[in-house]
């Protein structure tokens, strides 16, 4: 089944490209102008909107106050169109457009010419996140993933069982998705509500645009985006170098307040996941 996407854009070919890329997970409609989009959105009944902020078609008002007043619109409505979710591309650079955009509860913000891959992973996890009950939290889990294979499925198993409304995902979910993998962790760790880091022995391969490993980068993301952090190392002697400095500096660093518990087996793991979660809400 296909998700419903509403496309506002005034340029009728960078619509046509975003409807075309997009074909695979959505039905699309198009709205080129900001006189049309009420008379879409009641008709259509669109699980999403993807917006650009600057549209003609509103005689009394700036193109930019078009874009702006449809979001405000929006929000303004009765549920469910109130809470639907809205991804704004835009070539408006001014820091004031996406603060008003953020204010009005946007998913994600892009400027032009924004990649349709990232727009796409963004719009599905958004998907995903309108379909979980209104009280579930989303868990997302960080770690090498090679060295934590067995435990990071056994973390997804007790987390779920020991709390029904933790969702936890995986990045091994995502491993068919067209999605560059960087792409695909920023906006899970972006949607998700706790983040799991299990630390080990070894740090990563470090992605070549930052010079650290997908680790300490999702840590990162969940700092700036103020989610729960919850860290369980692994009991050892020994670690790699950088993955000692990224432990020490920032996962140990008082500051920071993150309670790490350690573990040397599965069992002990399991029992530091039931008790950490069994009363989290």
């Known amino acids: 089944m296909k998700y419903r996407l509403l496309i506002v854009e005034d340029t009728p070919k960078l619509a046509e490209e975003y409807a075309d890329s997009l074909a695979s997970h959505f039905d699309c409609r198009i709205a080129t ?12 009944d669109p699980q999403a909107v993807l917006l650009d902020i600057t549209l003609e078609g509103e005689k009394n008002l700036d193109p930019i106050d078009a874009g702006i007043r449809i979001l405000s619109e929006i929000r303004s409505f009765r549920p469910p169109f109130r809470e639907i979710p809205v991804i704004v591309v835009t070539g408006r650079i001014e820091e004031w457009v996406k603060k008003k955009c953020e204010d009005l509860g946007v998913v994600d913000f892009f400027l032009k010419p924004a990649s349709i891959r990232e727009i796409r992973a963004s719009l599905l996890i958004a998907m995903d996140k309108l379909a979980m009950p209104a009280n579930q939290l989303k868990v997302f889990i960080s770690s090498n993933m090679a060295e934590f294979q067995v435990e990071r499925l056994l973390a997804k198993q007790v987390i779920e069982e ?5 969702s936890v995902e995986l990045a091994e979910n995502w491993q068919a998705s067209p999605e560059p993998v960087k792409s695909i962790w920023k906006h899970a ?3 998700c509500d706790i983040l799991v880091l299990l630390i080990g022995e070894k740090y990563g391969t470090p992605l070549p645009s930052s010079n650290i490993s997908p680790i300490e980068d999702e840590y990162n993301n969940a700092k700036k985006c103020y989610k729960k952090i919850l860290v ?10 950088r993955l000692e400095a990224f432990f ?21 793991l399991k029992y530091h996941l039931k008790s950490t979660f069994v009363n989290i809400k």
């Not at 190392?233 to 170098?241: E, G, N």
């Not at 500096?249 to 573990?263: A, I, M």
């Open 162 to 166: 020991v709390n029904p409304n933790c």
């Open 232 to 241: 369980f190392a692994k009991d050892i002697s020994r670690r790699d170098p």
């Open 248 to 268: 020490v500096g920032k996962l140990r660093d008082p500051e920071n307040g993150h309670l790490v518990k350690f573990f040397s087996t599965p069992e002990e």
């Open 33 to 44: 102008r900001a006189d049309e989009v009420f008379s879409q959105i009641l008709a259509f």
């Open 189 to 191: 760790v972006e949607a």
